[in-house]
């Protein structure tokens, strides 16, 4: 009877330890994780830390060039796992939409806090180049100083590429009633805008482009216009008239509702990841004005912060 019983105490303690100890033990998938890779910076290099991070776990990662919308339709397929850069005021409707077909989770939010928006770079207001900015009104008054050779006589806005935002700013502009002043041109990349903030400033002109934070523009100093505050429904696609500027908002990691269980350790991983507005506008300047590579910039950036991510990991 006493050795029955010992075995049964120890079956029962077999069966604890198994229950306990089982989904620690889970193994991830040998399958790659796929990661997407859109066409700015931050969301680049954040891809190949991201994966970086999954690679030092044992992981194996593909990563897909995609498209900024259509990626969230893409990951509740499957055939995306995580999208890691999702911004609530370009696409908070796409992930939303995504998510109530049901195949998209939310994994959490990032520390930094976000805002895309028109503005110019600070010597333009410290310069007093267009009196009054950044409060939008002084737009009226001072087309001239933005204008370009391709602007019509107008002044130029400069937006991001068209599969951003669509007809946004300049129905903004329409609705604020200056698309009689000043003209919408959508850049190709966001290299292309780069590329035209620096001109300016070496110039010292005036220039209205599209930027948003956290940005590696933050270090250098960019006054945001002060549109008419956003509200619900305040946008034409939600039945508005379209004056208002854009909200303050989260940044938001997405993942596929299978990669808890193929994938559990990079997901518990991935569900802690949260980056500040100085992490990555640190991963993005090491592009954009050290002008490393997207993988470079990463590995830059995780040897230099194991502080930052290793924790994730635990």
Same mark, same amino acid.
């Given at each position: 009877?006493?050795?029955?019983?010992?075995?049964?105490?120890?079956?029962?303690?077999?069966?604890?330890?198994?229950?306990? +100890?089982?989904?620690?033990?889970?193994?991830?998938? =040998?399958?790659?994780?796929?990661?997407? @890779?859109?066409?700015? =910076? +931050?969301?680049?290099?954040?891809?190949?830390?991201i994966g970086g991070i999954f690679e030092s776990m044992g992981n194996t990662v593909e990563y897909v060039p995609a498209d900024s919308q259509t990626v969230y339709e893409a990951v509740r397929n499957g055939d995306i796992t995580i999208s890691h850069e999702v911004w609530q005021s370009s696409f908070g409707k796409s992930f939303y939409n995504a998510m109530a077909k049901g195949g998209l989770i939310d994994a959490g939010t990032h520390a930094a806090a976000t805002l895309e928006e028109l503005g110019v770079p600070r010597y333009v207001v410290e310069n007093n180049l267009c009196p009054g900015l950044p409060a939008w009104e002084a737009l009226k008054n001072c087309p001239e100083v933005f204008a370009t050779a391709d602007s019509g006589g107008k002044g130029r806005i400069l937006e991001g590429p068209q599969s951003w935002h669509g007809d946004l700013m300049p129905d903004r502009i329409k609705a604020l009633g200056i698309d009689d002043k000043y003209v919408v041109k959508f850049a190709g990349s966001a290299d292309a805008i780069w590329?035209?903030?620096? =001109?300016?400033?070496?110039?010292?002109?005036?220039?209205?482009?599209?930027?948003?934070?956290?940005?590696?523009?933050? /270090? #250098?100093?960019?006054?945001?216009?002060?549109?008419?505050?956003?509200? #619900?429904?305040?946008?034409?696609?939600?039945?508005?008239?379209?004056?208002?500027? +854009?909200?303050?908002?989260?940044?938001?990691?997405?993942?596929?509702?299978?990669?808890?269980?193929?994938?559990?350790?990079?997901? @518990?991983?991935?569900?802690?990841?949260?980056?500040? @507005?100085?992490?990555?506008?640190?991963?993005?300047?090491?592009?954009?004005?050290?002008?490393? +590579?997207?993988?470079?910039?990463?590995?830059?950036?995780? /040897?230099?912060?194991?502080?930052?991510?290793?924790p994730f990991t635990e």
């Open positions: 009877m006493k050795r029955l019983t010992n075995k049964l105490v120890a079956g029962i303690l077999a069966v604890f330890l198994a229950a306990v +100890s089982g989904p620690a033990l889970a193994q991830d998938s =040998s399958k790659p994780i796929r990661i997407p @890779t859109h066409n700015w =910076s +931050s969301q680049v290099v954040m891809a190949y830390v590329a035209e903030l620096a =001109s300016a400033k070496k110039e010292g002109r005036g220039i209205i482009t599209f930027n948003w934070t956290p940005n590696f523009t933050d /270090a #250098d100093g960019f006054d945001f216009i002060e549109f008419p505050a956003y509200t #619900d429904g305040c946008r034409i696609a939600d039945g508005g008239d379209g004056s208002c500027g +854009s909200p303050k908002g989260w940044l938001k990691k997405a993942a596929n509702y299978k990669f808890p269980k193929t994938h559990p350790a990079a997901y @518990t991983a991935y569900t802690k990841i949260s980056f500040t @507005t100085k992490d990555i506008g640190q991963m993005a300047a090491l592009v954009d004005i050290d002008k490393m +590579s997207h993988e470079d910039a990463a590995k830059a950036w995780l /040897a230099a912060h194991e502080d930052v991510w290793k």
